[in-house]
């Protein structure tokens, strides 16, 4: 199948343990934790038998993903999505997957009447920023000069 030819579609309930491969997949490339594709896969089929996340596969078998999340917020009438996570398999990036993908994701976020999109990105990963600014990401409000910052805290 060529690259052109991979088809974007919304994952079920079935396909928990395909974007589990992926998602884990991802954490490793990256050498980032994971709880593995067992617990992973399980997250997901619960997930996806709910509506508080939508999961994109792209190809078949699945090789590139995009999860998105959406949760209320009070400046927008609609929802905020967040793109939690998108990944492309590392021998087929740069061929336009992850552009398609984000671009459907986009679609996504704006069919549930999300007000904006957000995401995270490491600020060493130069390449992924340089990927969503060059799709109208920002990381500055309007008027401002300086970056936002995105602050977290485990709580175990």
Request: some cysteine; charged content about 25%.
């Amino acid at each position: 199948m060529t690259v052109g030819d991979q088809q974007i579609r919304r994952a079920v309930v079935d396909d928990a343990r395909a974007a589990a491969r992926l998602l884990d997949d991802f954490n490793r490339e990256f050498d980032t934790p994971t709880p593995g594709v067992e617990a992973l896969t399980a997250r997901l089929t619960t997930l996806l038998a709910g509506d508080a996340i939508v999961v994109l596969l792209c190809g078949e078998p699945a090789v590139g993903i995009a999860v998105l999340s959406f949760r209320p917020n009070v400046w927008f009438d609609g929802p905020v999505a967040l793109l939690d996570e998108l990944y492309i398999q590392p021998d087929l990036r740069r061929c336009g997957l992850g552009n398609r993908l984000l671009e459907t994701a986009i679609g996504v976020a704006r069919a549930h009447g999300a007000g904006t999109l957000e995401i995270n990105v490491d600020g060493e990963d130069t390449d992924a920023r340089r990927f969503y600014e060059a799709h109208g990401f920002s990381n500055t409000e309007p008027g401002a000069t300086e970056p936002m910052y995105f602050y977290y805290r485990d709580l175990d």
